[in-house]
């Protein structure tokens, strides 16, 4: 499994934006596709979905751009990549509507691919925005 460009880079603006948190009123896709090395129409992009998604806020005009719209705290991996890519589905078949699969109608796994797509939902829940961000990082045992 991989994330897909667009949402690695909105989890990288994310980040550079938590950073920011409280230091400044708001921040502008410029400036952060300039710190990030993420392409300019492609930051543009992504925070008109982050903001349809609340989780920035953005605002027009003069003194205008964003902001994130919850402490980074209570943003979380999960929120981010589905603002990006929808909801978090290993596979199609999970999805309502036609699917192109010759063993739709005798798959045996298929029931159990929602409690597959819940764990990893739940391991992306699980990171938060703030730890992210944090200097710190925790080496896994």
Same mark, same amino acid.
């Given at each position: 499994m991989r994330l897909s460009s667009l949402a690695d880079y909105a989890v990288v603006l994310m980040t550079a934006a938590a950073r920011h948190c409280g230091a400044v009123g708001r921040l502008n896709a410029t400036v952060l596709a300039e710190e990030t090395g993420?392409? $300019?129409p492609t930051a543009q992009k992504l925070v008109s979905r982050l903001s349809a998604a609340g989780l920035i806020e +953005?605002?027009?005009g003069t003194g205008g751009g964003f902001r994130l719209a919850r402490p980074p705290a209570t943003i979380s991996l999960a929120d981010i990549v589905e603002a990006v890519e929808g909801p978090i589905a290993l596979t199609s078949c999970v999805d309502m509507g036609d699917h192109e699969c010759a063993?739709?109608?005798?798959?045996r796994v298929k029931p159990h691919w929602n409690v597959v797509n819940q764990a990893v939902r739940g391991a992306l829940a699980g990171v938060s $925005?703030? +730890?992210l961000v944090s200097e710190r990082q925790e080496v896994l045992a």
């Open positions: 993420v392409p $300019l +953005s605002a027009r063993m739709e109608g005798n798959c $925005l703030a +730890s």
